[in-house]
């Protein structure tokens, strides 16, 4: 019973997160339309398809969202407009150029010097114009880049974010299900014992409870699941009711802690935080109000960005804090699997060679799951505390209170 309430209060996690998840991507999904995504000339054709086959991958998420998120194909696509009107002011002053060449010497002809002058200085204002066209064509991928970068860092730590809660889900899931299967059988049992007056009526009663609470369980989190789903398929691309299957996350590579250098990543992390950047980069308040900035503006901005670097300093040191937390339960919850795994395997043996009640089987196979699912969470948890300290470091470090 106490396991179940953990998995629900886990599921009432979830069910809030993506409450609010999906609050924001509503707005950023609505009524926009989506455009054609194109194969990059470098990508092969192979890894192209598949992206766009029926199976979400992990490791596809950043490209998925690179080519095929609708608020970044919008992005694109703006951009590209944009950039249209350039190639035509090419060719339009290109045309211009060549028009005051033909005009020049027509009037060199004619023995018109002052006319011959002025065609000659409009065309090198012309061909001026082109090439500085030409030279805005040639940042178009600076462009692109710049306008979606923050965008495709928070649509890929988005769907990461919903990965892990749909795998999360999966793997109670599974143990859901297992649950319902052997709280039946032993619900079962009990019906079929108490009519030959072994069990009590309040012993039958409490294992058709176990039976209704998984089950009940079990449809709450299979709507949730499904709902995660849906916001996942839209921001990597998908209708939200297509027919695709969501991928495994990979175990968590621990070794990569042995790795990190986290004196070297808090000095970096406020250069990347989007919020410490707008700071920096707004205009300071005007504390007099008449218009001008003065230099107590000035430093009473750097004092804001100071404070917020130090917000972001604590919240790294949680972050961090908790990378060691999680790889502890990992451990501990391996151990756990590995003595389940042990017992398990004792109690076929028993059950096998009759040394074990058929009640008492359904009870080891019920802690042998149970144990199985908190080491697969375990591991879940410990990748969820890579990625917010990964993404603490790169962009989206909250700022401790």
Same mark, same amino acid.
């Given at each position: 019973?106490?396991?179940?309430?953990?998995?629900?209060?886990?599921?009432?996690?979830?069910?809030?997160?993506?409450c609010?998840?999906?609050?924001?991507?509503?707005?950023l999904?609505?009524?926009?339309?989506?455009?054609?995504?194109?194969?990059?000339?470098?990508?092969?054709?192979?890894?192209?398809?598949?992206?766009?086959?029926?199976?979400?991958?992990?490791?596809?998420?950043?490209?998925?969202?690179?080519?095929?998120?609708?608020?970044?194909?919008?992005?694109?696509?703006?951009?590209?407009?944009?950039?249209?009107?350039?190639?035509?002011?090419?060719?339009?002053?290109?045309?211009?150029?060549?028009?005051?060449?033909?005009l020049?010497?027509?009037?060199?002809?004619?023995?018109?010097?002052?006319?011959?002058?002025?065609?000659?200085?409009?065309?090198?204002?012309?061909?001026?114009?082109?090439?500085?066209?030409?030279?805005?064509?040639?940042?178009?991928?600076?462009?692109?880049?710049?306008?979606?970068?923050?965008?495709?860092?928070?649509?890929?730590?988005?769907?990461?974010?919903l990965?892990?809660?749909?795998?999360?889900?999966?793997?109670?899931?599974?143990?859901?299900?297992?649950?319902?299967?052997?709280?039946?059988?032993?619900?079962?049992?009990?019906?079929?014992?108490?009519?030959?007056?072994?069990?009590?009526q309040?012993?039958?009663?409490?294992?058709?409870?176990?039976?209704?609470?998984?089950?009940?369980?079990?449809?709450?989190?299979?709507?949730?699941?499904?709902?995660?789903?849906?916001?996942?398929?839209?921001?990597?691309?998908?209708?939200?009711?297509?027919?695709?299957?969501?991928?495994?996350?990979?175990?968590?590579?621990?070794?990569?802690?042995?790795?990190?250098?986290?004196?070297?990543?808090?000095?970096?992390?406020?250069?990347?935080?989007?919020?410490?950047i707008?700071?920096?980069?707004?205009?300071?308040?005007?504390?007099?109000?008449?218009?001008?900035?003065?230099?107590?503006?000035?430093?009473a901005?750097?004092?804001?960005?100071?404070?917020?670097?130090?917000?972001?300093?604590?919240?790294?040191d949680?972050?961090?804090?908790?990378?060691?937390?999680?790889?502890?339960?990992?451990?501990? *919850?391996?151990?756990? &699997?590995e *003595?389940?795994?042990?017992?398990?395997?004792?109690?076929?043996?028993?059950y096998?060679?009759?040394?074990?009640?058929?009640?008492?089987?359904?009870?080891?196979?019920?802690a042998?799951?149970?144990?199985?699912?908190?080491?697969?969470?375990?591991?879940?948890?410990?990748?969820?505390?890579?990625?917010?300290?990964y993404?603490?470091?790169?962009? &989206?470090?909250?700022?401790?209170?």
């Amino acid at each position: 019973m106490l396991r179940r309430k953990k998995s629900q209060k886990m599921v009432t996690a979830y069910a809030a997160f993506l409450c609010l998840l999906g609050a924001v991507f509503t707005l950023l999904f609505c009524h926009q339309p989506v455009f054609g995504a194109e194969k990059p000339e470098d990508m092969e054709e192979s890894y192209w398809s598949e992206l766009q086959d029926n199976v979400l991958e992990y490791d596809e998420l950043e490209d998925r969202i690179s080519y095929f998120n609708p608020t970044i194909l919008q992005i694109i696509k703006s951009v590209n407009e944009g950039y249209d009107t350039v190639q035509e002011s090419i060719v339009n002053y290109q045309e211009a150029a060549n028009d005051f060449e033909r005009l020049y010497e027509e009037a060199i002809e004619e023995g018109d010097v002052m006319s011959a002058y002025m065609y000659r200085l409009n065309r090198k204002i012309a061909l001026q114009m082109s090439s500085n066209f030409i030279q805005s064509e040639k940042k178009k991928q600076t462009t692109l880049e710049r306008s979606t970068r923050q965008y495709r860092k928070l649509f890929t730590s988005g769907c990461q974010q919903l990965m892990l809660a749909y795998n999360k889900m999966a793997v109670n899931k599974a143990t859901l299900e297992k649950q319902v299967e052997l709280y039946s059988a032993l619900a079962a049992m009990s019906g079929t014992q108490g009519t030959i007056g072994m069990t009590t009526q309040t012993d039958i009663l409490a294992a058709s409870a176990q039976v209704y609470s998984a089950q009940t369980s079990l449809a709450a989190l299979e709507d949730q699941m499904a709902s995660v789903k849906s916001s996942l398929l839209l921001m990597a691309g998908w209708d939200y009711d297509s027919d695709i299957t969501i991928g495994t996350i990979p175990k968590a590579d621990i070794s990569q802690l042995d790795a990190i250098d986290f004196e070297a990543d808090k000095a970096i992390a406020p250069k990347n935080n989007y919020t410490i950047i707008d700071m920096r980069n707004a205009a300071p308040n005007d504390a007099d109000g008449d218009g001008k900035y003065e230099n107590k503006d000035y430093a009473a901005r750097e004092r804001g960005v100071d404070q917020a670097t130090q917000q972001l300093s604590i919240t790294l040191d949680g972050l961090y804090l908790t990378l060691f937390e999680k790889k502890a339960s990992l451990q501990a *919850a391996q151990t756990a &699997f590995e *003595a389940a795994q042990l017992k398990w395997d004792g109690a076929n043996r028993k059950y096998q060679l009759g040394m074990l009640g058929h009640a008492e089987y359904l009870g080891e196979e019920i802690a042998y799951y149970a144990a199985k699912g908190a080491w697969e969470s375990a591991d879940l948890d410990m990748t969820q505390a890579m990625l917010n300290y990964y993404w603490g470091i790169n962009g &989206f470090g909250e700022l401790a209170q």
